[in-house]
């Protein structure tokens, strides 16, 4: 017997397997979810976080960069195949080129996978050498969670609710012919559900927040199938024998298993580590019926983040989400001196779910960025006075502008009080929104210009990159 082949042989096989487990168990994988609203800038955020991670040049206030403990970044084929890959490279051209533009809306999630090498800190700094994180971003639509509630509720209950939300008055201008329809004596199923998609997107494009279900506006690569074809009804007399009933009530519990129920359990509940955007200006500037409905959905879809003991999603959450980020975007229509007036209203429109996440254990934080900033700041004299504005090139001309979008309130609550109250306009001057362009970067290198988002960062992933 060849002693040394064999134990040679032994030593290949063993040191296979220990490479095998380092793939599998022994880099760690910190999973990203981004979520928020449609345009709430989940697509620009994803793509100058991983531009700004791979050339770090505008990154200070991430920990592990400041101490240079990162070595190398690199993107990598994804992990999960079942999705399909976030489109960096088609958005980062389309951010950055002669003619810049803001990427496309999405429809659906994507994921991407970027991997740090780092020198570790503390006691592990001399032992093992660098290690490798692996950093999936998962990008969703925040309309996604906003069906959780669905999981709990029968066909009729969920009727009822949808029908009662309807008829109040910052709804009933979208939902009004939708309810006309359902009046009728024998309305066709397709109609109906045509309808009440056209409310949902019409209530949508008011500035409102909560169009529940989720797939109805998102619908992903479900778009005209059966399980989106149905409609909240009223409850008919004699249930049994009505087939519209039957038949809705059916494609409801189809939507909850073969819908909702997959994206929870396979993606959301795989996550580590959650952004959730939030289009507070865009809200502010819709109106307080805009920011009362932003509210709402917000505390729904901070609900699934710690769903309670008898919802169906506690069983099946597997990892703790132990960090959430509220992060208000596009701070960078404000001068400087307003950011902290942003945030803390991104933090008041969320505080009544985040102080439930800090009782249960979740490290949360709310900040004010911006993901690409578009604009410079400047200040003008107008009539004697020195105003802070902001300048930057407004979309569609292309023209540069200098803009002072409004005040923000010191306190929040002059934005959230009559919000909740359902008043119908603001009483003082309304804030202003102006859509810039991408700046002109024209190949300068550095990562892309940013605000605070070397903040966001260190905050969601810092710790795991010692
Ligand atoms: N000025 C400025 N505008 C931004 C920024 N981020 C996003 N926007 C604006 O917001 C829009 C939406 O951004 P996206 O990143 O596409 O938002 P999204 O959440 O991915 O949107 P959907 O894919 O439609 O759900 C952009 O087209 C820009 O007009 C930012 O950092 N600064
Ligand atoms: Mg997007």
Request: with cysteine.
């Amino acid at each position: 017997m060849d002693l040394n082949r064999l134990t040679g042989g032994l030593i290949q096989s063993v040191g296979d397997a220990v490479g095998e487990l380092g793939g599998l168990f022994g880099d760690p994988v910190v999973r990203l979810g981004v979520t928020g609203l449609s345009r709430a800038g989940k697509t620009v955020f994803i793509t100058s976080l991983v531009a700004n991670l791979l050339d770090r040049g505008r990154m200070p206030q991430l920990r592990a960069e400041a101490e240079h403990r990162i070595l190398a970044a690199y993107l990598q084929p994804q992990p999960d195949h079942t999705i399909p890959r976030f489109a960096y490279e088609d958005h980062l051209a389309a951010l950055t080129g002669p003619d810049p533009r803001w990427p496309e809306s999405t429809r659906s999630i994507s994921t991407l996978r970027l991997s740090l090498r780092v020198t570790p800190t503390g006691m592990m700094r001399g032992i093992g050498g660098p290690k490798v994180v692996h950093l999936d971003i998962v990008d969703y639509p925040g309309e996604w969670l906003l069906d959780l509630p669905l999981m709990n509720e029968s066909f009729e209950e969920w009727s009822r609710a949808a029908i009662a939300i309807a008829r109040t008055p910052a709804r009933a201008p979208h939902s009004a012919a939708w309810l006309a329809r359902l009046a009728a004596t024998e309305p066709a199923a397709r109609a109906l559900a045509a309808d009440f998609t056209a409310y949902l997107a019409a209530a949508r494009a008011a500035g409102l927040s909560s169009v529940a279900p989720g797939r109805f506006l998102m619908p992903g690569d479900l778009e005209g199938s059966p399980a989106l074809t149905f409609s909240p009804l009223d409850r008919p007399a004699r249930r049994a024998a009505d087939s519209l009933w039957r038949a809705f009530e059916q494609r409801f519990e189809a939507y909850k298993r073969v819908v909702v129920a997959p994206f929870f359990r396979n993606h959301f509940a795989r996550l580590d580590r959650q952004v959730v955007l939030i289009d507070a200006l865009g809200a502010i500037h819709d109106g307080p019926r805009a920011v009362e409905d932003l509210r709402a959905a917000m505390a729904e879809i901070l609900a699934c983040f710690r769903p309670g003991p008898r919802s169906w999603l506690a069983p099946i959450l597997g990892r703790r989400i132990d960090r959430i980020l509220f992060a208000a975007t596009k701070a960078d229509h404000l001068h400087h001196s307003q950011h902290g007036k942003l945030a803390a209203i991104a933090q008041a429109l969320v505080k009544d779910a985040r102080a439930r996440a800090e009782f249960t254990g979740a490290a949360t934080q709310a900040l004010s960025i911006a993901s690409l900033r578009a604009t410079v700041e400047a200040t003008v004299i107008r009539d004697g006075r020195e105003i802070d504005v902001v300048r930057g090139r407004l979309e569609g001309s292309g023209e540069e502008a200098a803009l002072f979008p409004g005040n923000l309130p010191e306190d929040p609550a002059a934005i959230l009080s009559p919000a909740r109250q359902g008043v119908e306009d603001w009483s003082d001057a309304a804030y202003r929104v102006t859509r810039f362009a991408p700046p002109l970067l024209a190949g300068a290198g550095g990562g892309l210009p940013h605000i605070r988002l070397d903040r966001a960062a260190e905050f969601l992933i810092g710790d795991r990159l010692g």
